[in-house]
Structures are given as C-alpha cells and as structure tokens.
C-alpha cells in the first residue's frame, strides 16, 4: 500500500508541474476561441483541478477493477479512460465556474475550450515524445560508428 501512496503522490506533483503549461495553453485557447482572458492564477487552478480530480479518480477505478481482473493492461485502460473523462468534465466545469456571470459561457463552449486544450496537450505531448525518440536514434546511431 505504500509504494500505491507513493505512485499516487509523484502522479500528483507531476500534474501540478504539467498545470503550468495546461494553464498556458488554455489562456491561449480562451483567448483564441471565446475572446476570454484568464489569470495565469486562475487557469493554473482549473488545470490543477482538472489534473488531480482525473488522476484521483483514474486510480481509484484501477483499484476497485483490480478487485475483480488481475488483467494489467484492462486496469490501465481502463482507468485513463475513466480519468481522461473525469478531466475533461471537471476542466469545463471548472471553467463555468471561473467564469461566473462576467463572461457569458455555455457548457456548449465550455467543453469546447477543454477539449481543444486537451487536443493541443496531446499534440505537444507526441511531439515531444518524438522529438525524444529521434534524438535517442541519432545519439544510440553515433555510438555504433
């Protein structure tokens, strides 16, 4: 059960490192699609929100599933799926929320902001993670010259 804690905690604090650029990105998608300027503040704490909430409950499907399925794989998938949604409906109420009645949002747009956030964060992620694999082949490449 500790090394679960432990698991549990380091996925945390690397959700709130990662809120920084999700904050960034969706400043840029507030602005971009509804004219919305946010605080860096503000959009850091619906990310923060949005990161642990999906990473929270992500964890805790895994764990009642593996009562029932020593399947690895199934917990897995599972249980990002779960998490994912649970982000995503947690990022856009939190953007209802944020908004208020300063700026007329309706949940249409809403999950249309998070969405779009979500889709830009993936992308930055694979490019990343490319960029990272391509820069492993040329540096694994030199050594075998």
């Known amino acids: 059960m500790g090394e679960f804690a432990l698991m549990l905690l380091a996925q945390i604090v690397g959700a709130l490192v990662a809120s920084l650029l999700s904050a960034a990105v969706l ?17 850091y704490v619906v990310a ?7 990473i929270i409950s992500a964890n805790v499907i895994a764990l009642i599933i593996s009562f029932a399925s020593d399947n690895v794989r199934l ?3 599972v249980g990002r799926l779960f998490g994912l949604v649970v982000w995503w409906f ?16 309706t949940v249409k747009e ?7 956030v979500f889709a830009y964060l993936f992308g930055i992620v694979f490019a990343l993670a490319v960029a990272g694999m391509l820069i492993l082949l040329a540096v694994s490449g030199m050594r075998g010259h």
Do not use: D, Q
Not at 27 to 43: D, E, T
Not at 90 to 105: C, N, Q, Y
Not at 110 to 116: E, L, N, T
């Open 27 to 43: 400043i840029w998608r507030a602005r971009k699609l509804k004219n919305w300027p946010i605080p860096f503040r503000s959009a």
């Open 75 to 77: 917990l897995e998938s």
């Open 48 to 54: 923060a929100i949005a990161a642990v909430a999906g």
């Open 90 to 105: 947690v990022h856009s109420r939190a953007l209802m929320k944020l908004a208020g009645t300063a700026v007329p949002l």
């Open 110 to 116: 809403a999950r249309s902001i998070s969405a779009s």
